[in-house]
C-alpha cells in the first residue's frame, strides 16, 4: 500500500471511530473529517465543497420537505382511520401501522413517513390501552425495510445509484429497487406480525411536561362547508363517526343557538361549538373540511401567511382578559391575534369563543404572526405553556401534496425528468402552493443529515483517488473467491449491516459502495447485485437505536433501552440476509 492509501484508510478508520465513541454529533464528524482530509491533502481544496452541490443533497432535503408537506396533510392518516376501524386486535393494529408506515416509506423518505404515522399509533395505543412501544419499534422497522422499496425510500438507494452511474453511464431508476424491497417489505411484515412479542410490555416514556398537563377539554368554534360529510348527519351520528373523541356542544343555525338533540341534523352554514383535545379537534376540522373561526378574520398588514402560527397560553389573576370576552376586547383589532379555542377545567363550555367570559386559569389558544405573538402574550398577561405540538387552525391542504409527489415519481420512473429536478421542482411546488409554510419547510429539513452527506462526499471519495478501495476490494475478493456467488453477495450484505449500527447508513453506503463495485469487477461478476445488497445492508440497522434516524425517533417515544432492539432486530437482520441474498441474485444477475 502507498503512503496516501494509508492515510485514506486510517482516515476513514479515525472516523468511524469517532462516529462511534458518540462525543461529537454526526454531522460534526463529518465535518472533522473533511478537515482532516485537507490537512492531509487527501482532498483538494477545490474539490473539498463538491459534496454540497451533489444531486444527493439535493434529493435528500427536497424528500425531506415533501415529507414534512404529506404529514401536515394528514392523507395517509385519514386513510389508515378508515382500515383502523375495521379491526379490534392489537397484532391486526400493529400490521396495518406498520404496513401502512411500510408503503408510505416508498413514496417519502422512512423517516418522514414514521414521523406521519406516529400520532396514529398513540391514538390506536391509547383505545387500547397499551404501551405505544407496542406499535413504534415495528413500525420503525417496517420504515427501514419500505424504504428500500423506490429511490427517494432511503438515502443508500440515492448513493448506490450514483455509483452505478459513474460505472456503467446508467443510474437505478425509481423503481428498480421494488422486486427486493417490496419481498423483503412482505417477509418482515409478516416477521413483525408475530414477532412483536420479543418486546416487554412494561416499556413507556417517561410523560412530558405538556402530557402532564392533560388538558383535554378544549372548545373550538367551526362552520360547516357544502361537501363537507358532515352535512346531513345527525348529532349522534357525527360523534360516532369521531369514536366520541370530539363532541358537539352548541350549534349556531342563522345567528341563533339550537337545542343540541342527538336527531338533529347538521346543515351547510352552521357553525358548531366542538369541545375535545387539541388533536383529535385538528383532525376532525380537517378530516370533515369545517371553516375554523377566526380562520377568515383579517391579520396585521404585512404578516406574511408562512409567518401565522398558533400558541397555547394560560389567562393569568392579572390579565387584561379577566371577566372580558373576545368580542368585547375586539382582539384582532387592538391586538392582531385571534382567539381560536378555550379550555377551562372542569367545565363545559357551550357557548361561542367570541361570548365567553374568560377566567383566570382558562387555556387560550391564540393565532398571529409567530413574530408577534410573545409580545401580544405579555401585552395581554397570558403565559405560554409548555411547548406542545399545535397546529390547531393550520391544516394543509389535504391532496394536493399528494398529487405534486405522484407526479414527481411518474416524471422520474419515465426517465424524462432527473430524479433531483423533480423532487427539487416538487418542493418547491408545495411551498409555493401554500399547503407547506415556509418555517414549516426549514423545520422539516434535517440539516445535520445533509452537512454530514455535503462534508464525507469528498472523504469517501478519496478510497477511489488513492486506489484505496481497490486494495480493499481486492482483499475481500480473494477471501471471497471460495465462495459461492451466492456467498459472495452475503458477504457485502453482511459487512454492510454489521457496519452501519457504528457508523450511520448514509456514511456507510459512501464508504462501501465502492468497495462493492471493485470487489464484483475483480470476481467478474456484475456490480448491480453488490451495490443493491450494500444498500439493502446499510439500509436495515435492526440491532441498535443510533444507526438509524427511524430507530433513534421511537427511542424516547417509546421508552425503550438500548438492548431491546437487538431482542426483536436480531432474527429479522438474519432473516434479511437469507431471504435478501436469493431476491438480490434472482433480480440482477450476476453476470
Known sequence: MTTPQLLSIALLVGMMGLFLWGRFRYDVTAIIALLAGLALGLVKPEQAFTGFSDDIVIIVGSALVISAAMQRSGVIEVALAFLSKRVTRVRSHLLILAAAVGVASGLVKNVGALAMLMPAAFQVARKKDVSPSVFLMPMSFASLLGGLTTLVGTSPNIIVSRVREQMTGEPFRMF?????????????????????????????????????????????????????????????????RHDHEVTITGVLRAGAHTAVDPQLRLRAGDTLILGGGPDMLERVIARDRLALAGQGRDLPEGSAKEEIGVIEAVVTANSALVGQTAGRMLLQQRYGVNLIAVSRAGQRLTRQLGEIALRAGDVIVLQGPLSQLPERMRDLGTLPLAERSLRLGSSGRGWIPLGILAVAMAATASGYVPVAVAFFAAAGLVMASGTLPLRDAYEGVEWPILIMLGALIPVSDTLRTTGASDVIATALAHFAATLPPWGAVALILVVAMAVTPFLNNAATVLVMAPIAAVFAHDLGYRPEAFLIATAIGAGCDFLTPIGHQCNTLVFGPGGYRFGDYARLGAPLSLLVVLVGTPLVIWAWPLR
Not at 417517561?206 to 377539554?217: K, Q, S
Not at 360547516?224 to 348529532?235: K, N
Request: proline share 6%.
Open 176 to 240: 428498480d429497487y421494488l422486486p427486493t424491497g417490496l419481498g423483503l417489505l412482505v417477509v418482515g411484515l409478516v416477521f413483525l406480525r408475530f414477532g412483536y412479542r420479543l418486546l416487554p410490555r412494561d416499556r413507556r416514556a417517561a410523560p412530558t411536561m405538556g402530557e402532564a398537563l392533560d388538558i383535554r377539554g378544549y372548545v373550538t368554534e367551526a362552520t360547516l362547508d357544502e361537501g363537507s360529510p358532515a352535512v346531513g348527519e345527525t348529532v349522534a351520528a357525527f360523534a360516532d
